[in-house]
């Protein structure tokens, strides 16, 4: 391998961030591995993503560096990797820092073996000692010392660190579904919330996503009024805090404080993606304006500011910093907001808890946390003018940089979140555009039968990770719900099939295909992350798939998948909101089935958007046209049903049976608000 930075030939925005490096970067990869075998050097591994801050730190102090990148291209074989492009190796090494004892984040930096062992590592390190931290420069050097005068102790470093990541990935944690979990879980988190500042923890804070709607759901589903009130609760503060970006729509990382004020001010498509989800969620329960309109500003800001414009599809994320300082296009010092508003600033201040000393650092995050009642009223026709000044105004900033990436399971997460509020509030433009991202998607993505994790410009990453399969079957799941078009189950079930074939370890899915060797352990996601887990998103959609077709091979693949990692929920369902989720789903799920002459008829839609509006969390849509219907598994408990009277019928089906016919949109509506169908 040359002597020479390799990162310029990378597709990844992040990996070409560090380009210009004097460090010998390259990318993860045989000839990388090979080259530290050879040379018998100790691996220096760094890991973060674009629109991290603490990343663009280090690199700063240290990779631009030439008296640092001297010390690292000396005694180290020097690997960069962009986590989001590569979540299968960061989750590798994520987990050995944990085994160590250490708090994770990024960057992630990882010392490895010539053979890609860890053997130490942490996250963020100053160029220099400081606040306890030892320096990079100084550290670099007496781990090369060790590797090079005490390699025993790193072998034993490795072994344990290698026994322990292997005995994770391979742990056999098969076991009958205890049903009561989802319940007790439910109780366990909802305890545990923040009664006056909302959310569970103290700072920083994250959304959570997927854990609030698993609680929610459950505490629709056992109506427990204290576990709705609580989640409901929190999702008014995430909504209010400077988490959203209440002048341009969207929601950042996480909150460095406790009350939701103070973002970290990057902007992930899979947070929105997940948030608009949840929130579509909630808002059938409360009809909260709060939620609607962050939805919609939501989605406006996906369009405008996310989405690629030669592919369709959604790029990845927005940069924390501009012009080298955080938050920086998004805060107001109180003097610009004078001269960007005039008398209306008065107004605006009292709504979104501006200060002339600021609320943060001099500057000001407009948040409602410390709204009055009386100046709530967002509509007050102040209140958008200002909104839309502001906007205008800072439309004119140097703008943060945005990762161009394409990612299949985020753009497949973004797929579902757009249905489901196109679905809730009757938006056939959202509609028009998950199916394009979808199609977008696929043509960028897909080669044969696989789906490609990443592209970026005109290169795309030849590497499948089981999360693009079960996210984007998710995504084509929800577009037949919204759609009725069979040809998106099909799509389903074959990207399901793909899975099987690519990722099946036999004890669960694996993130990266079970054929690569250039990874030192094959994990099987179950347990929840920022993003919901592989086994968890697989066990939903062969829980919805089961339902929508009836048949019991379908059913059987959800059954199995579901023993496969049960054993872990007795001690660990803390971490398992997803798969608890899709758990539920197989046993108390309720396909509404709704068979129409044609999929424009407007009692049809009526019934659909009654179907889509009920404030319960065990819904599946399955609109069949009259012609097809016979083309279903003759088990399913729709098969042979028919339009009464030639209109539109909605059947109402467990697994096994369905109630009577419904053709009244009202009687549907009434009979969806019972508590008990099908509950055992």
Known sequence: MPNENLLRLEASPYLRQHAENPVHWAPWGKSALAEAKARNLPILLSIGYAACHWCHVMAHESFEDQDVADIMNAHFVCIKVDREERPDIDDIYMTALSLMGEQGGWPLTMFLD???????GGTYFPKESAHGRPGFKQLMLEISRAYQEDLPQIATNSKALVDGLRARATADSTADYPSDTPSRAMRALAGHIDRDLGGIGGAPKFPQPTLYRFLLEQALYTHDANAEELTLYSLQKI??????????????RYTVDAEWLIPHFEKMLYDNALIISLLSTAYKRNQNPLFKNHINETIDWLCREMRDETSGAFTSSLDADSEGEEGKFY????DELGE????????FAQTYGCQEDGNFEGHNIPSLLYATPDSLDREDPTIIAAKQALFKKRQGRVRPGRDDKILADWNGMTITALCDAANLFSRRDWLELAQAVFQATCDRLMVGDQIMHSACGDVRLNIGLGEDYVHMAEAAIALFSATGDWTYVTKAKALMAALFKYHDSGRGFSSAQTDQEDILVHNRPVFDGAVPSLNGTALCVLSSIAHITGDPEDHQAAVAHRRLFSGHLSRSFVQMPQFMRGAHRLDHAICVAIITPSM????YRSLHQAAAQAARPDIIIAPYLEETISSLSSTHPAFGKTCVGGQPTAYICGYNNCLAPVTSIESLKEILARP???QT
Request: proline fraction near 2%; hydrophobic fraction near 40%; glycine fraction near 16%.
């Open 114 to 120: 010539s053979n890609a062992q860890p053997f130490w």
């Open 239 to 252: 909504c209010e805090g400077g988490i959203y970006d209440h002048i341009g729509g969207g929601f950042a």
């Open 331 to 334: 805060v107001w010092h109180w």
């Open 340 to 347: 960007t508003l005039g008398s209306a600033r008065t107004t």
């Open 600 to 603: 424009e008829n407007t009692v």
């Open 676 to 678: 008990n169908l099908f």
